[in-house]
Nanobody, 122 residues
């Protein structure tokens, strides 16, 4: 079993920055890729970014490339998402997930965090 706990959401103005963090625990948690997805009310949960077990490989959704960066601290087993140049359309609940190698489909996620709200508004 893997537990994922997110933190760092909040309210930010357009053009601002926010950093999300996710702590993974559980005996097998270090064996998974870790990623971020987001979901707005009434919409499908969508892929944002994923990082490999070693932290050496990363993938991003086209909508966030160049603005968001995913990091992984392997010894601490945490994953962070640095979000810059935020737009109102980035407003969503952001979920941390653990899954297979560089997974990008929500169906490929094995475990989910509880989610953290990000609101981009003036």
């Amino acid at each position: 079993q893997v537990q994922l706990v997110e933190s760092g959401g909040g309210l930010v103005q357009p053009g601002g920055s926010l950093r999300l963090s996710c702590a993974a625990s559980g005996r097998t948690s270090s064996g998974y890729s870790l990623g971020w997805f987001r979901q707005a009310p009434g919409k499908e949960r969508e892929f944002v970014a994923v990082i490999s077990r070693s932290g050496s490989l990363k993938r991003y959704a086209d909508s966030v490339k160049g603005r968001f960066t995913i990091f992984r601290d392997v010894p601490k087993n945490t994953v962070e998402l640095q979000m810059n140049s935020l737009k109102p359309e980035d407003t969503d609940v952001y979920y941390c997930a653990a899954g297979g190698n560089l997974f990008q489909q929500k169906s490929e996620a094995h475990y989910w965090g509880q989610g953290t709200q990000v609101t981009v508004s003036s």
